[in-house]
């Protein structure tokens, strides 16, 4: 009897695990916002369709992403894309493999993704909503949508 309360606790002290982390990427997200190349053929009006994008489900869009070890990555991966930064390379990886996709460019701070993303026809990027100052610097070379989780969020 005792092991099965073991047992019950540990269960329901799991689920209040899981709804934390739901809870606190759902906070995670909404400090992102999605950055992109107004010059490009694809207008993102949604955040499912930006996350597509980081998914290389939508053609003609060059993604930039951080690099594995900066905490942007694992925080965008893990509120916006539902997985982890190894998932998501392994991801990138069957991409590359079997659909000769041309893999996310890896960049190395926020100054070089708004770098990129305002250099770069069809290029989408993220930064943390911190950085919206150096976002808004940018003025018309970059286009902006604020990452809100909805239901498809971390699919």
Known sequence: MARTARRVLAGVAGLAMIAWAAAAAAGDAEDILIVYHPGGSV??????????????????????VYLDNDPNQARFVGA???????????????????????????????????????????????????????????????????WSPGPAAGR
């Open 43 to 64: 207008a993102f009006h949604s955040p499912e369709e930006a996350r597509e994008a980081f998914l290389g489900e939508v053609r003609g869009v060059k993604p930039g």
């Open 80 to 146: 916006v894309l539902g997985m982890s930064v190894a998932a998501y390379d392994t991801y990138w990886t069957e991409k590359i493999v079997h659909e000769g996709r041309p893999a996310p460019k890896r960049l190395r701070s926020t100054r070089a993704m708004l770098e990129y993303v305002a250099g770069t026809p069809g290029a989408v990027g993220y930064v943390p909503r911190a950085e919206s100052a150096a976002v808004a610097a940018y003025g018309e070379r970059l286009k902006v949508l604020p």
